[in-house]
C-alpha cells in the first residue's frame, strides 16, 4: 500500500481535538489511512457502518450506540447514519478528550441536508483525496512551499517524456485501478460510478433521475477549464437550473468535482467572477470523456485540457495534505488576462501557476502571470509556467520572478 501524506496532519489533530473527521471520495484509500493510524500510534476499536448489522445497530438508536462506545473509536462511512453526529456533539460537550473519535466517510459531513446541527467548533475536517504522484512514486512533495519560499528555485531540468505525461494522466490517482491495463481501468470507473450513484448519492438525497448524473459530469468534464455557467450548463443538458445546482452540491459533497474560486484580491474584483469545477481525478475524467492513449496523442486541445486538470487535481492533493494552510484558486480578469492557479499561503503571499501543453514558450504565456503580478503588488513571489518541455528557465528576475517549469517538477525533487 501506498504511505499518505495526510497522515501526520490526522494525528496531529487527534492529539488536541476530540472528533477529527477524514473525508473524501470512495476509495481513495480512508479505510486503509484509519487503521493504519490505529494501530500503533493511536489505539482504537473500529467500527464500520458498511458492515449491516452494526449500521442497523447505529441507526435504531444513535445515542446509546455512541454511549456504549469506550475509549477512542473509528466509525468508518459515518455518513450512512447521519444522526451519529448529533450524538458525537452530545458525548463530546460532556468529555472533549483529545482523539476520541476518529469519523471518515463518503460525503462531506457539513454538506449532509439533513444535519441541522454540526459538530462545528469541535472537530478537525481533513480530507483524501486520490493518491498524488508523489504518493505514487514515494517522493516527498513540497512544490507550493518551495515556490513560496524567499529562495529562488534552482533551474533542474526535468527527465519525463510528453508520453509519460499522458501515461500519468489517463492512469489517474485511485489506488486500485493503478495497475490495471487501459481496458480494466475503464471498466473499473464505470463500476465506480455506479457504486457511487447507489449509495452516497441515495445516502444524501432522495434526489429523482439519478441517471442523469453521467450526463452532468461529463458536461463539467468537457468543460473542465473554463468558469462555470450553470445557466447555460442547464440549458445544454435540459435540466432545470434548480435541480442542476441540486446535482452539483451532491457531486460536491461526494469528492466528485472540486471548486477553484476566481482569487479575490486586489483589482481583480472587477475582473470575472465565476468559479471553475473540475473533475476531481483526471483517470476518471478520461474514462468520462472517452479518452484513451491514441486519442490524447492526436488531439492537442485534449491534451491540454487533461493536462491542466491534472496540475489542478495535483496542487489540491498536495496543499490537502501540507503542515500549513495554503488556499487555491484562479486568476481572471475579463478579456485580458487569466492565471490557472494561484497558491496563496498563510502570510498572505501568492504565487501563480499557469499550465501549458507546449514543448516550447514564448513572451506571450507568461502574460497573465505578470497582470497577477500587477494586482498582488508585494504579495507576489513568484510566477511559474508548467509545461511539457524538460527546461528550467527562470524568465525574468525579481520583483517580478517569473519561470518556466517541467510539469513534473510538481512532484520530483528540485536537486
Known amino acids: ?115 441541522a446541527d454540526s459538530l462545528a467548533g469541535r472537530m478537525e475536517i481533513e480530507t483524501l483525496w486520490p493518491l498524488s504522484q508523489g504518493e505514487i512514486d514515494g517522493v516527498a512533495e513540497d512544490f507550493i512551499p518551495s515556490l513560496l519560499s524567499e529562495t529562488s528555485p534552482p533551474l533542474t531540468p526535468g527527465v519525463e517524456t510528453r508520453d509519460g505525461l499522458a501515461s500519468r494522466m489517463l492512469r489517474g490517482g485511485y489506488p486500485e485501478p493503478l495497475g490495471f491495463d487501459a481496458s480494466r481501468r475503464d471498466a473499473w470507473f464505470g463500476s465506480y460510478l455506479t457504486s457511487i450513484l447507489q449509495k452516497d448519492v441515495r445516502d444524501l438525497s432522495d434526489v429523482d433521475a439519478l ?99 491534472f496540475v489542478v487535481c495535483e496542487l489540491v492533493r498536495q496543499a490537502s495534505a501540507l503542515p500549513e494552510r495554503f488556499t487555491l484558486s484562479h486568476f481572471a480578469k475579463h478579456q485580458t488576462a487569466e492565471v490557472d492557479v494561484v497558491a496563496e499561503g498563510p502570510g498572505g503571499s501568492i504565487v501563480g501557476i499557469e499550465v501549458k501543453s507546449a514543448v516550447s514558450l514564448g513572451p506571450h504565456d507568461f502574460k497573465g502571470l505578470r497582470h497577477l503580478a500587477a494586482a498582488a503588488g508585494e504579495r507576489f513571489v513568484r510566477g511559474v509556467v508548467l509545461y511539457t518541455g524538460k527546461q528550467t528557465v527562470r524568465v525574468s528576475a525579481p520583483p517580478v520572478e517569473l519561470l518556466a517549469m517541467p510539469v513534473e517538477r510538481l512532484w520530483r525533487a528540485e536537486a
Open 211 to 309: 441517471s442523469a448524473f453521467p450526463r452532468v459530469l461529463q458536461a463539467i468534464g468537457a468543460r473542465t477549464t473554463s468558469p462555470a455557467n450553470v445557466s447555460d450548463l442547464s440549458r445544454t443538458l435540459g435540466i432545470a437550473w434548480t435541480t442542476l445546482n441540486r446535482y452539483l452540491a451532491l457531486l460536491r459533497a461526494t469528492f466528485l468535482v472540486i471548486d477553484l474560486p476566481t482569487w479575490s484580491g486586489g483589482d481583480v474584483k472587477r475582473g470575472v467572477r465565476s468559479s471553475k469545477l473540475y473533475i476531481t481525478d483526471t483517470g476518471l475524467l478520461a474514462h468520462l470523456l472517452r479518452i484513451d492513449a491514441p486519442r490524447l496523442a492526436a488531439d492537442p486541445q485534449r491534451f491540454g485540457q487533461l493536462l491542466e486538470s
Open 1 to 115: 500500500m501506498y504511505a499518505r501524506s495526510l497522515t501526520s496532519r490526522v494525528l496531529e489533530a487527534l492529539s488536541d481535538r476530540p472528533v477529527v473527521v477524514v473525508n473524501g471520495a470512495r476509495q481513495t484509500g480512508k479505510t486503509f489511512l484509519a487503521r493504519d493510524i490505529i494501530a500503533p500510534r493511536h489505539p482504537a476499536a473500529f467500527l464500520s457502518l458498511d458492515d449491516g448489522a452494526t449500521l442497523a445497530l447505529a441507526a435504531a438508536d444513535p445515542g446509546g450506540f455512541i454511549a456504549a462506545q469506550q475509549g477512542a473509536v473509528v466509525i468508518d462511512e459515518v455518513q450512512r447514519v447521519p444522526e451519529l453526529l448529533l450524538a458525537i456533539k452530545a458525548a463530546v460537550d460532556i468529555d472533549r478528550t483529545p482523539g476520541r473519535f476518529l469519523l471518515s466517510g463518503s460525503a462531506n459531513v457539513l454538506q449532509l441536508p439533513r444535519l
